[in-house]
Protein backbone atom coordinates (compact mmCIF):
# COMPACT_ATOMS: atom_id res chain seq x y z
CA UNK A 1 0.00 0.00 0.00
CA UNK A 2 1.41 3.66 -0.53
CA UNK A 3 1.10 6.09 1.52
CA UNK A 4 1.18 9.73 1.16
CA UNK A 5 2.21 12.22 4.23
CA UNK A 6 1.42 15.69 4.79
CA UNK A 7 3.61 17.60 7.87
CA UNK A 8 3.39 20.46 9.55
CA UNK A 9 5.82 22.33 11.92
CA UNK A 10 4.51 25.10 13.43
CA UNK A 11 7.24 27.53 15.58
CA UNK A 12 5.79 29.34 18.60
CA UNK A 13 7.19 32.33 20.73
CA UNK A 14 6.94 32.37 24.20
CA UNK A 15 3.65 32.96 24.71
CA UNK A 16 2.66 30.28 22.12
CA UNK A 17 1.29 32.45 19.33
CA UNK A 18 2.56 30.93 15.82
CA UNK A 19 5.62 32.70 14.51
CA UNK A 20 6.27 30.70 11.69
CA UNK A 21 4.05 27.92 9.89
CA UNK A 22 5.64 25.41 7.99
CA UNK A 23 4.69 22.51 5.78
CA UNK A 24 6.05 19.25 4.02
CA UNK A 25 4.28 16.64 2.04
CA UNK A 26 5.50 13.10 0.37
CA UNK A 27 3.66 14.24 -2.96
CA UNK A 28 4.57 18.14 -2.85
CA UNK A 29 5.50 19.25 -6.28
CA UNK A 30 7.67 21.92 -4.68
CA UNK A 31 11.21 20.46 -2.51
CA UNK A 32 11.33 21.05 0.49
CA UNK A 33 10.23 22.74 2.96
CA UNK A 34 7.68 25.54 2.57
CA UNK A 35 6.39 28.25 4.53
CA UNK A 36 3.41 29.16 5.18
CA UNK A 37 1.57 32.22 7.18
CA UNK A 38 -1.79 30.31 7.59
CA UNK A 39 -3.01 26.83 8.17
CA UNK A 40 -6.53 25.77 7.64
CA UNK A 41 -7.13 21.84 8.64
CA UNK A 42 -10.79 20.28 8.74
CA UNK A 43 -11.04 16.64 9.73
CA UNK A 44 -14.48 14.76 9.52
CA UNK A 45 -15.05 12.21 12.84
CA UNK A 46 -17.41 10.00 11.82
CA UNK A 47 -17.83 8.51 15.01
CA UNK A 48 -19.00 12.29 16.53
CA UNK A 49 -20.47 13.13 13.64
CA UNK A 50 -18.51 16.33 13.54
CA UNK A 51 -15.67 18.29 13.15
CA UNK A 52 -12.03 18.35 14.28
CA UNK A 53 -10.65 21.86 13.32
CA UNK A 54 -7.13 23.20 13.45
CA UNK A 55 -7.29 27.44 12.47
CA UNK A 56 -3.36 28.51 12.84
CA UNK A 57 -1.77 31.50 11.45
CA UNK A 58 1.21 33.78 12.42
CA UNK A 59 1.27 37.01 14.25
CA UNK A 60 2.83 38.58 10.82
CA UNK A 61 -0.46 37.61 8.80
CA UNK A 62 -1.96 40.43 7.53
CA UNK A 63 -5.82 41.04 8.14
CA UNK A 64 -6.66 41.37 4.38
CA UNK A 65 -4.43 38.51 3.35
CA UNK A 66 -6.68 36.53 6.07
CA UNK A 67 -9.79 37.79 4.75
CA UNK A 68 -8.99 36.38 1.20
CA UNK A 69 -7.91 33.13 2.98
CA UNK A 70 -11.32 32.63 4.47
CA UNK A 71 -12.89 33.22 1.35
CA UNK A 72 -10.85 31.07 -0.47
CA UNK A 73 -11.54 28.67 2.29
CA UNK A 74 -15.21 28.95 1.50
CA UNK A 75 -14.62 28.57 -2.43
CA UNK A 76 -12.85 25.41 -1.70
CA UNK A 77 -15.17 23.83 0.33
CA UNK A 78 -17.79 24.76 -2.96
CA UNK A 79 -15.69 22.76 -4.88
CA UNK A 80 -15.67 19.90 -2.25
CA UNK A 81 -19.04 20.04 -2.24
CA UNK A 82 -19.22 20.23 -5.78
CA UNK A 83 -17.22 16.88 -6.17
CA UNK A 84 -18.83 14.78 -3.76
CA UNK A 85 -22.55 15.63 -3.39
CA UNK A 86 -22.80 17.25 -6.86
CA UNK A 87 -25.95 19.40 -4.44
CA UNK A 88 -26.57 22.57 -6.37
CA UNK A 89 -28.14 24.14 -3.60
CA UNK A 90 -24.95 23.88 -1.28
CA UNK A 91 -22.83 24.91 -4.25
CA UNK A 92 -24.88 28.06 -5.27
CA UNK A 93 -25.25 29.35 -1.63
CA UNK A 94 -21.36 28.97 -0.88
CA UNK A 95 -20.16 30.30 -4.39
CA UNK A 96 -22.83 33.08 -3.68
CA UNK A 97 -21.54 33.51 -0.29
CA UNK A 98 -17.70 33.99 -2.14
CA UNK A 99 -19.07 36.52 -4.39
CA UNK A 100 -20.87 38.39 -1.39
CA UNK A 101 -17.87 38.51 0.64
CA UNK A 102 -15.42 39.46 -2.62
CA UNK A 103 -17.82 42.38 -2.82
CA UNK A 104 -17.38 43.36 0.34
CA UNK A 105 -13.68 43.28 0.63
CA UNK A 106 -13.16 45.14 -2.91
CA UNK A 107 -15.44 48.06 -1.15
CA UNK A 108 -13.65 47.62 1.91
CA UNK A 109 -10.55 48.47 -0.32
CA UNK A 110 -11.84 51.61 -2.03
CA UNK A 111 -12.98 53.00 1.12
CA UNK A 112 -9.43 52.25 2.65
CA UNK A 113 -6.60 52.52 0.24
CA UNK A 114 -3.41 51.52 1.91
Excluded at 46 to 71: C, P
Amino acid sequence: MKKSEINFTVELDDTRIPEKIFWDATENPNEGINESKAISISVWDHYHKGLLGINLWTKDMASDEMKHFAIDIVGNVAQMVADSTGDKKMIEILESTCRSLKRHLDEELKSNPQ
